[in-house]
């Protein structure tokens, strides 16, 4: 079970929603590719795709690229 925290953050400018909320979209389309990787491997090889690996095809993705390194790695 995944348990998930709700956060509100108040007092920020329009300008600074607007980077957080872009963020937020970046790292989403980057998990949805590290799945699509992970699930097309399993269809094609049968076995679970490593992490290394899912790395390595990853970082010359534009998602990658416009999140900071460590924020894209977790």
Same mark, same amino acid.
């Given at each position: 079970?995944?348990?998930? #925290?709700?956060?509100? #953050?108040?007092?920020?400018?329009? @300008?600074? *929603?607007?980077?957080?909320? @872009?963020?937020?979209?970046?790292?989403? &389309?980057?998990?949805?590719?590290?799945? +699509? &990787?992970?699930?097309? *491997? *399993?269809?094609?090889?049968? @076995?679970?795709?490593?992490?290394?690996?899912? +790395?390595?095809?990853?970082? &010359?993705?534009? &998602?990658?690229?416009?999140?900071?390194? *460590?924020?894209?790695?977790?």
């Amino acid at each position: 079970m995944h348990l998930t #925290v709700k956060q509100q #953050v108040k007092h920020l400018s329009k @300008e600074d *929603y607007k980077t957080i909320k @872009e963020l937020c979209h970046i790292a989403k &389309n980057l998990a949805n590719e590290a799945i +699509y &990787n992970v699930r097309q *491997y *399993y269809f094609s090889e049968g @076995e679970f795709l490593k992490y290394e690996k899912n +790395y390595t095809l990853l970082k &010359n993705s534009a &998602n990658y690229k416009a999140l900071n390194s *460590y924020m894209a790695q977790q």
